[in-house]
């Protein structure tokens, strides 16, 4: 999970898990949590890029996790918004590239294999930024190449509800009750609070609460979006052996080659 906040992108506007609680991230969902999940990307990645994938920029990389795997095949280039979140990820990913931007208005001048935005793409709480975040995504996939946009949730799918996890390394632990409800005001956003109890190494255990606002849009509007941008999207059932989930998909971008017809 990774964010992106309000226009003003203020320090206070920030979620405090990408903040001062970043160091605590790698306990919240581990980076070996994450096995599965990447070998599923990379799946299909190598099924749908027209030309070899060997190089991959992730847009809201966030700690690194998907990363810490695909960097074995992929060249990796990892973008995120969070100064602090970027420090977590170079102690996970110390060859991979590290960039601090803006998923909806960074460009670096060149262009990728593969492009992955995971559920950072759950923070694009407006149509006008989801947008914005294609056309990034668009503007660095190589001609033939790939684009992958992971949302926890469409419109038809979301469902409120609770989870809780965490883990624990050597005396220091996290848990959570994560908690996803859509306000009564809501057009097209959803609320998930977090609370977090934290153990310090000394024994001492403290509660905090945090707030992540994201975007909630029908499974067109993805599709529309994806291909507004200029690939040809494709959506795909989200598949991996750890997976509860029935019915979430994947959305991808195929980006044309000149020439070549669809």
Known sequence: MNLLFGPENSPEAQ?????????????LTPAGDYVEEAAFYQRLFVTHCRRPPRTLLDLGSGGGHNAAHLSA????????????????????NPGCEHVQGDMRSIRLGRVFDCVLVHDAVCYMASRADLQSTMATAFEHTAPGGVALFQPDFVAETFEPGTETGGSDVGSRGLRFLEWRWIPESSHETYVTDMAYMLRSEGGAVEVIHDRHLMGLFPRTVWLESIAAAGFEPLAVPFEHNSSSDTGHEVFLGMRPVPGERG
């Open 73 to 92: 095949t992929l060249a990796c280039t990892l973008v995120d918004i969070a100064p602090a979140m970027l420090e977590v990820s170079r102690r996970l």
């Open 15 to 27: 979620p405090r898990l990408y903040r001062d609680l970043a160091d605590w991230y790698p306990l």
